[in-house]
């Protein structure tokens, strides 16, 4: 697969969350396209890390973010570009919780911006001025419409643009899989010396290849604490190479500011399919959203 060897992305929809595959001609550069339409709003989430980069218009309300480490609110672009997240933050939408998106592979997110890696990191900037794709909803457009609007503009953009032709997703499955010493054994697939791996890594992904694998096993782990998840993780015969159980807590409370069993009580008591926030507990929202 192109995106990442650990997300299975077959049709999947369940009235809330909706991830449909793009065509093959833009599997290169876009890993799936997303409806997200529930009354989940009213309530502070943590919005947890996610290694790729999309595309998202709020259809419903407004939505705000506030980063864990600033304590100001802000609303984010209602056409966005939402850049890899690598930090938690906390997350508001008042009532509606209405998305459009299109997830972007790290070759798409790149011909489609022609921003280095490293300026999107935990960023949510205006699509209008990043892109040259018009991404709004037009009133009255359903999510079947904008897609097939959007995967015609997308085709036009990436008519022609090269890719390198280097095995990026033999070594994400490498650091998906395996524990200590696999930086070396990563950039094996790839051609590639451990100190070429570790440049151009950092250059596509925008963080070390490290920090880029703690991500990926917390993101496993996500998955496979979720009690009904929309994304399944691909790769659950391969353990996660966790050192022990207090590495596992350990780990994933320096990701998400919360610990496993946390994480599984709040989904169960919300029933919310959406694996990457959980409610935040006694986090005061916007105050102007809820004027």
Do not use: C
């Amino acid at each position: 697969m192109t995106s990442s060897p650990r997300h299975r992305l077959g049709r999947n929809t369940d009235g809330v969350l909706s991830l449909l595959p793009p065509p093959g001609d833009l599997a290169p550069w876009v890993f799936g396209f997303v409806q997200r339409d529930d009354t989940h709003g009213g309530r502070v989430v943590v919005v947890l890390p996610e290694t790729r980069a999309s595309i998202q218009v709020m259809v419903g309300d407004d939505y705000w973010l506030r980063e864990q480490s600033i304590n100001t609110w802000r609303t984010v672009p209602r056409a966005g570009l939402w850049g890899p997240r690598y930090n938690w933050a906390y997350g508001f939408a008042a009532r509606k919780i209405k998305v459009f998106a299109v997830g972007l592979t790290p070759d798409g997110a790149k011909a489609l911006t022609g921003l280095r890696a490293t300026n999107l990191l935990n960023a949510v900037l205006p699509a209008e001025r990043v892109s040259p794709i018009d991404f709004s909803v037009v009133a009255g457009d359903s999510f079947e419409t904008w897609r097939v609007r959007i995967t015609g503009a997308l085709r036009r953009h990436f008519r022609g643009v090269g890719r390198d032709n280097i095995a990026w997703d033999d070594a994400l499955h490498v650091l998906a899989t395996s524990a200590g010493g696999a930086i070396r054994e990563a950039a094996a697939p790839t051609g590639l010396s451990e100190r070429q791996f570790r440049r151009l890594f950092r250059d596509r992904y925008g963080v070390s290849p490290k920090r880029y694998q703690r991500v990926l096993r917390v993101d496993r782990l996500l998955r496979q604490l979720h009690p009904a998840p929309w994304e399944a993780d691909a790769l659950i015969d391969d353990p996660i190479a966790f050192a022990d159980q207090p590495h596992v807590i350990r780990e994933f409370k320096a990701m998400t500011g919360m610990t496993p069993m946390s994480y599984v009580r709040r989904k169960a008591a919300e029933n919310d399919r959406v694996v990457r926030s959980v409610a935040a507990n006694g986090v005061a929202p916007p105050a102007v959203a809820t004027a």
